[in-house]
């Protein structure tokens, strides 16, 4: 669940306007700090921190397309490199501030629960609900809300929604914003289990990429399953081989998808498109 | 308020029309006309070593050249065969790997190792790379950004070839003045090599796949196979720089995979301008002396990488090489509509 919620912002921000998110893990991680600041350095109620830093996120999504990826859209190179650009720089700004030491916010709700006599966190409960709620909503919104069907529309046929009167930028930059609040959101759920660290940018950015990959780019319904997967295959390994060896399952994972079905396991209806 | 709508017009210069083709051994000005920029480029770069005031400034030259190719090579594949390649460092690390192994372990002589290293690491890296070769889009991105994170955990997980520690290498270059020269010779071979190879047939297709792949697959051109080719050659020239900074260091390890080989030759492209093959090697010339000079950021130099990347794509896409190529060959003036 946990790959699933990182994984969907990347996949609704490329299924919508097609410009691949590669800051998605930088912004996770920025969302992270960002919570971990307002609560512990400024003290601001732990509720309130969350919602501020998913504003400022999503503001931040905004701005990237407004000012940096607007002016390149249509040019995949320079779409990848400055998104990817962006990325990094951030990354690598924030690991001057926060070096070494472990950051943490506090857990939702304390306490566990026995399911089947397996005592769980109610925080890991909490990482299963929010997911499910998650993908609830966004389905609920694309499907039956103005700006979700004009986001569709576009992801659909941008000429054609183009003509019906929905501003394709207005909808790509609003798909980012969007995009980066779920980065964001990912972040807040997630990282009280845990613990915030620079690196961990680039692990969520590779296995966010992986599980679009693996579901097919775009495919929701396919990024969720991939999730799965790919999570069972992680732990499976992490448990009989050693933990060392998540990242090559992921690796072996995208090879393997890409050499027998290159368009993901539910991206049937693209695979004109993407393959030669 | 009245604005007077005009236009720069450019026109390009006689000499530059009188020397095309066979032209332009006519006269000495339209031989000079063409030789004196690339002698300029040529011997500047042989006589610059020789003026450095110090060892340092020498050994700061070399990796000038050593990411300048490997800015080159992500040029020839991003701008020529349209693959965008965000993991430089899989290929420097794979052929250092090669090299130092050889090295350390076989006790093979420089001689050896170095082209050893570079063909099979171009071969390894794109086996590795082949299976996202027969599709479009950003899978050949996505695949090199997740390659470099993933190799050296792989590396520490078996804790093979030194594990995290690395590996002492004993075959060093012997001094500076051969690293200098062996780099420099190589970076102006692969530099007027690929200049020529995009501008032969070869090269044409290879910009054909770039713009409509479907219109090369359909005059019957396997593409995948050409796509490798353009692989293999980027990612031997990247495993050349590999085994090169094996070499020099006579250490091995996995800072061979970090992130500074995979951006700063992005940084140093669209700096020097894209599409032009010299603006890269001219972009390293300025980027890699200019954080030497500020050591006081070096610990956020990824960061400056990325901010002058991003400042040049969003202001001055076309980047200096190309800029000055224009002043080269036009002259412009203001026009009114």
Redesign the interface.
């Known amino acids: 669940m946990v790959l699933a919620l990182t994984a969907v912002g990347f996949s609704f921000a490329y299924g919508v306007s097609r410009l691949p998110n590669f800051a998605h893990g930088a912004f996770y991680i920025l969302a992270g700090f960002a919570t971990w600041m307002f609560v512990r350095e400024l003290g601001i109620n732990y509720a309130l921190s969350i919602i501020i830093s998913l504003i400022i996120l999503a503001v931040v999504g905004y701005a990237m397309y407004r000012f940096i990826l607007i002016r390149v859209r249509g040019m995949p190179i320079s779409e990848i490199i400055a998104s990817w650009a962006l990325g990094v720089a951030i990354l690598e700004t924030l690991r001057i501030r926060f070096v070494g030491a472990f950051f943490t916010t506090p857990l939702f709700i304390e306490g566990t629960v026995k399911i089947g006599g397996v005592p769980i966190d109610l925080q890991r409960v909490v990482i299963i609900g929010g997911g499910v709620a998650l993908v609830a909503v966004i389905w609920l919104v694309t499907h039956y809300t103005k700006v979700g069907l004009s986001l569709r529309g576009i992801a659909q046929d941008e000429r054609a929604a183009m003509m019906l009167g929905i501003d394709s930028d207005r909808a790509a930059a609003i798909a980012l914003a969007i995009g980066s609040a779920l980065a964001a959101l990912a972040a807040v759920i997630i990282l009280p289990v845990g613990s915030i660290n620079v690196n961990e940018g680039y692990e969520v950015l590779i296995h966010a990429l992986a599980v679009c990959v693996i579901g097919g780019l775009g495919s929701w319904t396919g990024t969720i399953l991939a999730a799965f997967l790919l999570g069972f295959a992680g732990i499976l390994t992490g448990t009989y081989i050693g933990t060392m060896w998540e990242s090559v399952v992921v690796v072996v994972a995208i090879i393997l998808t890409l050499i027998f079905r290159p368009s993901g396991l539910l991206g049937r209806q693209k695979e004109l498109e993407e393959r030669v | 308020m009245v604005t007077e709508a005009r236009r720069r017009e450019r026109l390009d210069r006689g000499i530059k029309v009188r020397t095309e083709r066979l032209y332009a051994v006519s006269g000495w000005q339209e031989i000079a006309y063409l030789v004196v920029p690339r002698l300029v480029l040529i011997l500047g770069l042989l006589i610059l070593p020789l003026v450095m005031p110090s060892m340092y400034w020498q050994k700061v030259m070399v990796s000038m050249f050593v990411f300048g190719l490997l800015a080159m090579a992500f040029d020839f594949l991003?701008?020529y065969v349209?693959l965008?390649c965000?993991g430089g460092a899989l290929f420097t690390g794979i052929g250092a790997y090669i090299a130092g192994i050889l090295n350390s372990y076989f006790g093979l002589p420089l001689v050896l190792t170095i082209p050893i290293a570079t063909l099979g690491g171009g071969l390894i890296s794109t086996l590795l790379l082949l299976?996202?070769l027969?599709?479009?889009?950003?899978?050949f991105?996505?695949?090199t950004?997740?390659?470099p994170?993933?190799v050296p955990?792989?590396i520490?997980?078996l804790n093979i070839w030194g594990g995290t520690e690395g590996m002492t290498v004993p075959g060093v270059l012997p001094n500076v003045w051969v690293e200098l020269y062996l780099i420099l010779g190589v970076v102006l071979i692969v530099l007027f090599a690929l200049r020529r190879l995009v501008n032969e047939d070869y090269g044409l297709v290879l910009r054909g796949i770039k713009d409509n792949?479907?219109a090369v697959?359909a005059s019957g051109i396997n593409?995948?196979l050409y796509k490798a080719q353009a692989v293999f050659i980027t990612s031997a020239i990247g495993c050349f720089c590999g085994a090169f900074l094996v070499h020099q260091y006579g250490w091995c390890g996995q800072s061979l995979f970090a992130?500074d080989f995979s951006?700063l030759p992005?940084?140093a492209t669209?700096l020097g301008g894209?599409g032009t093959l010299v603006g890269p090697l001219l972009g390293s010339c300025i980027l890699v002396p200019l954080v030497e000079i500020l050591r006081a950021i070096h610990?956020?130099r990824?960061?400056f990488?990325?901010?002058v990347?991003?400042a040049f794509?969003?202001f001055k896409?076309e980047g200096l090489m190309s800029w000055a190529q224009r002043k080269y060959h036009q002259f412009e003036h203001w026009e009114k509509v």
């Not at chain 2, 027969?134 to 899978?139: A, C, K, S, V, W």
């Open positions: 991003a701008h349209g965008v965000l299976p996202c027969p599709l479009r889009g950003i899978y991105a996505i695949i950004i997740i390659f994170l993933a955990r792989i520490t997980a792949d479907q697959k593409i995948t992130l951006i992005i940084a669209v894209v610990y956020l990824i960061t990488y990325c901010i990347l991003l794509i969003v896409p």
